[in-house]
């Protein structure tokens, strides 16, 4: 299911939090990664329906969202960042109203609910009570939920936040085994998610897109500019200053670090082979205006 | 089942699961039941109908609209409170399932009411109870609608805040205040009362009438707030679906135009009827049941009426007038002046008349000589709607003609009597020179007939020496017999009455016996209304005393043995003072008489205990007839105050103009006390 978003603008009084993104995004799972406040939440919840653009044009499946936000929802899961549940219900309970909800027959939506339940993982405990439920309990409520009718759009905003190491690998394998035959957005800021899922993923940056492509193409981003060196101690403060650091560690009292930077930094820095952080990096770290048509 | 209706009964329902598994809610439906059987335990019930729409039932309503409005804001807020409406926002619905949990709300308030009906049906018979339940639910219904909607939209609009709960606590809170602010204490303006959501302004059920005192308001009233809470509801769906689709929300929005008209027009006939009757009203200082005293002067008296009243159309009745005129002066009388109420209108006439207001001349075709008689025929026949105006703020229909009800008292001019003066109710109504009258009533199919005459059969009544007459109809009014006994009641009230008939009998009989002449055999109890027509002096109803109370004094009805009300005996000893003979006009020496049967009823005749009553009874004015009647009892026991008695009522005229001192010392003088 095609997503195509056209100089996409939302503004809250001065502050633009998105500017003019333009984006298309195939099918597939596609990552959207960004720091926090680049503007991703804002995306997707004009991208499911809830919050109007001040300009621009978003069409899903050529549905234009603005236009039929109805049409949409009939065929949109959402997961978003935080979302709760009716607490003194249990998880059967809540699937089946949200089954009502999202207009699936009776007896479709009994097998459905059943099947969601399996497929997150939920069966044994369906009869318990949601308020009991842990953080990665609730967060695979959440994508059962969104699974419930069968969407062909899955949105996913920020869904591995607040889970601890394992939870957050089993939650990424359950989304690429459920992407399926769906496009699956994810909106992230844990670059690893994305590599670990996404055939094509786009950055954004204080509202605008900084880039859109796949994967390799990131990485290549940042290829010839990602350097290990050593410094001391005392130099860090003026590394850091200058370059994009990405990771330090402390080798016999020395400090190695992993920059990014188009010069060879204080010239005695080795050139090593990029990585997909390394070119989130090398593209958020440079918030030039551009606009990309990704083909993944 | 439709989608659309499957995904509305499923809001409904899961909102009901939400809200009634909750700790808090059969928690606080304790409360309110409580609160409500409380308010109930204080106040004076008559028919379970006249608690559920008089003051209990509207307290039980008003308490629950607190409930609804904090429960509405709490509903409309909760999918945001728990982060729930992040994930429903995107769901593919619409309208549907605001509208079921609204809908849910107001279910989940109704048993609030629960325990209003179960403590109303306790009072009366059911009948009464299914007369005035569905009103009560609907007006509950329509309440509760509304305050949950306006609860919905402060938190549609504001946000589930926790100050919006104080907020509309607030709102709440100052509503009570209503009726100090507006009513008895404030600034009366015609029609303000629609804003008293609790309806404590407006209350005026009447058991006899129901709520005919109120005129069409309170259907005025429903529907306005029937539209408020419609057009809150519409501008709620109309908000949330013009942000989730984008466009214009054009169907709630026709919805809530419609909601909007209905609303202005129901509160436009509401103040529009609330001024037209304040423009009507008279003004009087008050409407407290006046006693008919002062007789009218006239060269004519009637010596005979024979009024056939038609009310078959209650709301125009037509009534055929035979009286017999007589001179009652020493010269001829050739024009005769009657007083009949100006919006009857004279349909013929056996002689030539004219009017000018209330007052009808009649130009006689032969003098008429000093004692001779003339008969009158006359047909007559409109509608008669009197509104009268004291410290409430909305006036009070004191008399009327309508299809609910037909309220003639004496003052209303509805036959003709001699003179040029009705009376009213703010003064001592006028009585005429007793004469013979003979009424009969047609009435419509179940409708009930009161009047201060004897029954002579089911619908016709006579008395030989009237000297005032009232007629009241009513499809509540009812007449019934227990023993030698007489109630005349609102349906409702019978069976209450009938309970109490012993005691009121055991009193009388009890005062009889020093009245050997008077001879009742028994007693006639009519519970009316609450406003002036019947007085509590009501003269006897053919050889039974007569008395009259107010429904609003149920205690008089209540009580059992010890503790008459003190005006009950007063209305027993007066009319036996008048079936034995005596007076009406000689107040004084028939009070002192009351009074010291009162007493002596109360704490027997010693005398210790008996001044030491009198003392309590606050030392009245005639307390010196009371002791001297005692002192002739204690010397010569109840012949000796038999005697004294007869000879009052032999004599009362004179004795009338003695002081009470002066009356002790002549009861002391004749009869024989040492």
Same mark, same amino acid.
């Given at each position: &299911?095609?997503?195509?978003?056209?100089?996409?603008?939302?503004?809250?009084?001065?502050?633009?939090?998105?500017?003019?993104?333009?984006?298309?995004?195939?099918?597939?799972?596609?990552?959207?990664?960004?720091?926090?406040?680049?503007?991703?939440?804002?995306? &997707?919840?004009?991208?499911?329906?809830?919050?109007?653009? +001040?300009?621009?044009?978003?069409? #899903?499946?050529?549905?234009?969202?603005?236009?039929?936000?109805?049409?949409?929802?009939?065929?949109?899961?959402?997961?978003?960042?935080?979302?709760?549940?009716? @607490?003194?219900?249990?998880?059967?309970?809540?699937?089946?109203?949200?089954?009502? &909800?999202? @207009?699936?027959?009776?007896?479709?939506?009994?097998?459905?609910? =059943?099947?969601?339940?399996?497929?997150?993982?939920?069966?044994?405990?369906?009869?318990?009570?949601?308020?009991?439920?842990?953080?990665?309990?609730?967060?695979?409520?959440?994508?059962?939920?969104?699974?419930?009718?069968?969407?062909?759009?899955?949105?996913?905003?920020?869904? +591995?936040?607040?889970?601890?190491?394992?939870?957050?690998?089993?939650?990424?394998?359950?989304?690429?085994?459920?992407?399926?035959?769906?496009?699956?957005?994810?909106?992230?800021?844990?670059?690893?998610?994305?590599?670990?899922?996404?055939?094509?993923?786009?950055?954004?940056?204080?509202?605008?897109?900084?880039?859109?492509?796949?994967?390799?193409?990131?990485?290549?981003?940042?290829?010839?500019?990602?350097?290990?060196?050593?410094? =001391?101690?005392?130099?860090?403060? =003026?590394?850091?200053?200058?370059?994009?650091?990405?990771?330090?560690?402390?080798?016999? %009292?020395?400090?190695?670090?992993?920059?990014?930077?188009?010069?060879?930094?204080?010239?005695?820095?080795?050139?090593?082979?990029?990585?997909?952080?390394?070119?989130?990096?090398?593209?958020?770290?440079?918030?030039?205006?551009?606009?990309?048509?990704?083909?993944? | 089942?439709?989608?659309?209706?499957?995904?509305?009964?499923?809001?409904?329902?899961? $909102?009901?699961?939400?809200?009634?598994?909750?700790?808090?809610?059969? !928690?606080?439906?304790?409360?309110?039941?409580?609160?409500?059987?409380?308010?109930?335990?204080?106040?004076?019930?008559?028919?379970?109908?006249?608690?559920?729409?008089?003051?209990?039932?509207?307290?039980?309503?008003?308490?629950?609209?607190?409930? *609804?409005?904090?429960?509405?804001?709490?509903?409309?807020?909760?999918?945001?409170?728990?982060?729930?409406?992040?994930?429903?926002?995107?769901?593919?619905?619409?309208?549907?399932?605001?509208?079921?949990?609204?809908?849910?709300?107001?279910?989940?308030?109704?048993?609030?009411?629960?325990?209003?009906?179960?403590?109303?049906?306790?009072?009366?018979?059911?009948?009464?109870?299914? @007369?005035?339940?569905?009103?009560?639910?609907?007006?509950?219904?329509?309440?509760?609608?509304?305050?949950?909607?306006?609860?919905?939209?402060?938190?549609?609009?504001?946000?589930?805040? @926790?100050?919006?709960?104080?907020?509309?606590?607030?709102?709440?809170?100052?509503?009570?205040?209503?009726?100090?602010?507006?009513?008895?204490?404030?600034?009366?303006?015609?029609?303000?009362?629609?804003?008293?959501?609790?309806?404590?302004?407006?209350?005026?059920?009447?058991?006899?009438?129901?709520?005919?005192? $109120?005129? $069409?308001?309170?259907?005025?009233?429903?529907?306005?707030?029937?539209?408020?809470?419609?057009?809150?509801?519409?501008?709620?769906?109309?908000?949330?679906?013009?942000? /989730?689709?984008?466009?214009?929300?054009?169907?709630?929005?026709?919805?809530?135009?419609?909601?909007?008209?209905?609303?202005?027009?129901?509160?436009?006939?509401?103040?529009?009827?609330?001024?037209?009757?304040?423009?009507?009203?008279?003004?009087?200082?008050?409407?407290?049941?006046? =006693?008919?005293?002062?007789?009218?002067?006239?060269?004519?008296?009637?010596?005979?009426?024979?009024?056939?009243?038609?009310?078959?159309?209650?709301?125009?009745?037509?009534?055929?007038?035979?009286?017999?005129?007589?001179?009652? %002066?020493?010269?001829?009388?050739?024009?005769?002046?009657?007083?009949?109420?100006?919006?009857?209108?004279? +349909?013929?006439?056996?002689?030539?008349?004219?009017?000018?207001?209330?007052?009808?001349?009649?130009? !006689?075709?032969?003098?008429?000589?000093?004692?001779?008689?003339?008969?009158?025929?006359?047909?007559?026949?409109?509608?008669?709607?009197?509104?009268?105006?004291?410290?409430?703020?909305?006036?009070?229909?004191?008399?009327?003609?309508?299809? /609910?009800?037909?309220?003639?008292?004496?003052?209303?001019?509805?036959?003709?009597?001699?003179?040029?003066?009705?009376?009213?109710?703010?003064?001592?109504?006028?009585?005429?020179?007793?004469?013979?009258?003979?009424?009969?009533?047609?009435?419509?199919?179940?409708?009930?007939?009161?009047?201060?005459?004897?029954?002579?059969?089911?619908?016709?009544?006579?008395?030989?020496?009237?000297?005032?007459?009232?007629?009241?109809?009513?499809?509540?009014?009812?007449?019934?017999?227990?023993?030698?006994?007489?109630?005349?009641?609102?349906? *409702?009230?019978?069976?209450?009455?009938?309970?109490?008939?012993?005691?009121?009998?055991?009193?009388?009989?009890?005062?009889?016996?020093?009245?050997?002449?008077?001879?009742?055999?028994?007693?006639?109890?009519?519970?009316?209304?609450?406003?002036?027509?019947?007085?509590?002096?009501?003269?006897?109803?053919?050889?039974?005393?007569?008395?009259?109370?107010?429904?609003?004094?149920? $205690?008089?009805?209540?009580?059992?043995?010890?503790?008459?009300?003190?005006?009950?005996?007063?209305?027993?000893?007066?009319?036996?003072?008048?079936?034995?003979?005596?007076?009406? %006009?000689?107040?004084?020496? /028939?009070?002192?008489?009351?009074?010291?049967?009162?007493?002596?009823?109360?704490?027997?005749?010693?005398?210790?205990?008996?001044?030491?009553?009198?003392?309590?009874?606050?030392?009245?004015?005639?307390?010196?007839?009371?002791?001297?009647?005692? *002192?002739?009892?204690?010397?010569?026991?109840?012949?000796?105050?038999?005697?004294? #008695?007869?000879?009052?009522?032999?004599?009362?005229?004179?004795?009338?103009?003695?002081?009470?001192?002066?009356?002790?010392?002549?009861?002391?003088?004749?009869?024989?006390?040492?």
């Amino acid at each position: &299911m095609e997503i195509v978003i056209e100089e996409l603008s939302k503004h809250y009084g001065s502050v633009r939090a998105l500017d003019g993104v333009s984006l298309r995004v195939p099918g597939g799972m596609f990552g959207l990664l960004g720091p926090n406040g680049a503007g991703k939440t804002t995306l &997707m919840r004009i991208l499911v329906t809830l919050l109007a653009p +001040t300009s621009g044009r978003v069409t #899903i499946g050529g549905i234009d969202v603005m236009r039929d936000p109805a049409k949409v929802r009939a065929r949109l899961g959402y997961i978003p960042q935080e979302f709760g549940f009716y @607490r003194s219900l249990n998880a059967y309970e809540m699937l089946d109203y949200i089954g009502t &909800m999202k @207009r699936i027959p009776p007896r479709e939506r009994k097998r459905q609910v =059943e099947a969601v339940l399996e497929e997150v993982n939920l069966t044994a405990d369906a009869k318990r009570r949601v308020g009991t439920y842990s953080g990665g309990m609730k967060q695979r409520l959440g994508i059962a939920q969104a699974l419930l009718g069968d969407p062909d759009l899955l949105v996913v905003d920020e869904p +591995t936040a607040g889970l601890d190491p394992e939870e957050r690998i089993r939650f990424r394998n359950l989304l690429v085994r459920i992407s399926g035959r769906r496009t699956v957005l994810l909106s992230t800021h844990i670059v690893a998610d994305v590599e670990a899922s996404c055939t094509g993923l786009a950055v954004l940056r204080q509202g605008r897109l900084a880039f859109a492509g796949t994967p390799e193409e990131l990485v290549e981003r940042a290829r010839g500019r990602v350097w290990l060196v050593e410094v =001391e101690p005392g130099e860090w403060d =003026e590394v850091a200053s200058r370059v994009q650091v990405v990771s330090s560690r402390t080798v016999g %009292g020395r400090v190695q670090l992993r920059v990014v930077a188009d010069e060879n930094p204080l010239g005695r820095g080795v050139p090593v082979e990029p990585g997909l952080e390394d070119g989130y990096l090398a593209v958020s770290g440079s918030a030039q205006r551009e606009e990309w048509l990704v083909h993944v | 089942m439709s989608d659309l209706l499957r995904r509305l009964l499923t809001a409904w329902r899961m $909102e009901l699961r939400l809200v009634v598994p909750h700790w808090s809610y059969p !928690l606080m439906l304790l409360g309110w039941w409580a609160l409500v059987a409380y308010v109930f335990s204080i106040q004076s019930l008559i028919s379970p109908e006249a608690a559920l729409k008089g003051n209990p039932g509207a307290f039980s309503v008003g308490l629950s609209a607190l409930a *609804a409005l904090l429960l509405g804001a709490f509903v409309a807020g909760r999918s945001q409170r728990v982060r729930f409406a992040a994930l429903e926002e995107t769901f593919p619905t619409g309208a549907e399932v605001l509208l079921g949990r609204w809908l849910a709300c107001l279910v989940a308030l109704l048993p609030t009411q629960v325990a209003a009906v179960v403590l109303a049906s306790r009072i009366g018979p059911a009948t009464s109870l299914w @007369r005035g339940l569905p009103t009560f639910v609907l007006e509950a219904g329509i309440t509760l609608a509304f305050a949950v909607s306006v609860g919905w939209l402060f938190v549609t609009w504001l946000g589930p805040r @926790r100050w919006v709960y104080l907020l509309l606590a607030g709102g709440w809170l100052s509503s009570l205040g209503w009726d100090v602010f507006f009513g008895g204490q404030g600034p009366s303006i015609p029609g303000s009362d629609l804003l008293d959501v609790l309806r404590t302004a407006s209350i005026r059920y009447e058991e006899l009438w129901g709520r005919l005192m $109120e005129g $069409e308001r309170p259907v005025w009233f429903n529907l306005f707030y029937a539209g408020l809470a419609a057009l809150f509801v519409a501008l709620v769906v109309a908000r949330v679906t013009a942000r /989730r689709n984008r466009r214009a929300p054009l169907i709630p929005a026709a919805f809530a135009l419609a909601a909007l008209m209905l609303t202005a027009s129901a509160a436009t006939a509401y103040v529009r009827q609330a001024q037209a009757w304040a423009s009507q009203a008279i003004t009087v200082e008050s409407i407290q049941p006046p =006693e008919p005293a002062a007789t009218v002067t006239s060269p004519v008296v009637v010596d005979a009426w024979e009024i056939a009243a038609d009310l078959t159309d209650p709301a125009s009745p037509r009534f055929d007038a035979r009286l017999t005129l007589r001179a009652a %002066g020493n010269e001829p009388i050739s024009t005769v002046t009657l007083t009949l109420h100006h919006d009857l209108e004279i +349909t013929s006439s056996s002689v030539p008349h004219e009017r000018d207001g209330d007052v009808l001349t009649l130009a !006689l075709p032969e003098p008429l000589a000093p004692g001779a008689t003339q008969d009158l025929h006359l047909t007559y026949g409109g509608e008669l709607w009197t509104l009268v105006q004291a410290f409430r703020p909305l006036p009070d229909p004191l008399v009327f003609t309508t299809e /609910r009800g037909v309220r003639l008292p004496f003052f209303a001019g509805w036959y003709p009597v001699p003179g040029e003066e009705l009376g009213g109710p703010d003064t001592s109504g006028v009585l005429h020179p007793p004469g013979r009258f003979v009424l009969t009533v047609s009435v419509p199919r179940g409708w009930g007939v009161c009047t201060n005459l004897p029954a002579t059969g089911e619908t016709t009544f006579a008395s030989d020496r009237a000297t005032w007459a009232v007629l009241y109809a009513s499809p509540r009014l009812r007449t019934e017999r227990v023993g030698a006994s007489t109630i005349i009641a609102p349906e *409702a009230i019978l069976p209450t009455a009938r309970a109490v008939i012993p005691n009121y009998e055991a009193l009388l009989a009890e005062y009889a016996s020093f009245f050997p002449i008077a001879a009742p055999d028994g007693v006639t109890l009519a519970v009316l209304d609450s406003f002036a027509g019947m007085a509590d002096h009501t003269p006897p109803a053919g050889d039974q005393p007569l008395v009259v109370i107010s429904q609003n004094t149920p $205690e008089d009805l209540m009580e059992s043995t010890g503790g008459h009300r003190y005006f009950i005996s007063d209305a027993l000893a007066a009319d036996l003072w008048v079936l034995a003979g005596g007076d009406t %006009g000689a107040t004084t020496p /028939r009070a002192g008489i009351s009074e010291y049967l009162w007493i002596r009823h109360r704490v027997g005749t010693d005398p210790a205990q008996f001044e030491q009553a009198l003392l309590a009874n606050g030392g009245s004015y005639t307390a010196p007839i009371a002791r001297a009647l005692l *002192a002739i009892e204690n010397q010569r026991g109840v012949e000796g105050v038999r005697e004294v #008695i007869a000879r009052m009522i032999a004599e009362g005229a004179s004795l009338q103009d003695l002081e009470p001192d002066q009356i002790a010392g002549w009861i002391e003088e004749v009869g024989g006390a040492r």
